[in-house]
């Protein structure tokens, strides 16, 4: 973000750091709900059981990718740095979280199996995002055998 805030977007830098940060924290903290309910899931509690499937799936992940691939689709659209497509369909991306989100808030039946086309989605762009940043480092700034940062 740092090259987006030298650009002269700060704002933009800042949300996506901000958005970048929150997406960590619920991601641990749903994979730590995740984690604790398999330990209980085969417990005489069911009362725990609940409680955990609650917050695991109540958790707002999707809201977090969404605000991630919009701020960093608007990143990239705004400095020009990565490839236009990828600005463009990270935008798209997000709206397909977000209209996941609402999707979850009618009911679990609305969203069926395509939670796993949304995660896999997701991944696609992270792969090409990461291509794309590793292709715009240039060389001479990269460390490599025998230099130093």
Do not use: K
Not at 64 to 85: E, F, K
Not at 93 to 102: H, P
Not at 110 to 136: D, K
């Amino acid at each position: 973000m740092v090259v987006v805030w030298r650009a002269g977007h700060e704002t933009t830098a800042v949300a996506a750091l901000v958005a970048g940060t929150v997406f960590l924290a619920l991601g641990f903290m749903s994979t730590a709900a995740e984690t604790a309910l398999v330990g209980v899931a085969e417990s005489n509690e069911p009362g725990a059981v609940d409680a955990l499937n609650q917050l695991q799936g109540r958790t707002p992940v999707v809201w977090s990718v969404a605000a991630l691939a919009a701020t960093i689709s608007l990143a990239i659209l705004r400095t020009g740095l990565l490839w236009r497509w990828l600005g463009i369909s990270g935008l798209v991306l997000a709206g397909v979280f977000l209209l996941a989100s609402v999707s979850n808030l009618v009911g679990r039946g609305v969203e069926g199996g395509y939670s796993l086309v949304g995660a896999g989605l997701f991944i696609v762009w992270m792969v090409a995002l990461s291509a794309g940043l590793w292709r715009a480092v240039p060389a001479t700034t990269a460390p490599g055998p025998g230099r130093t940062p």
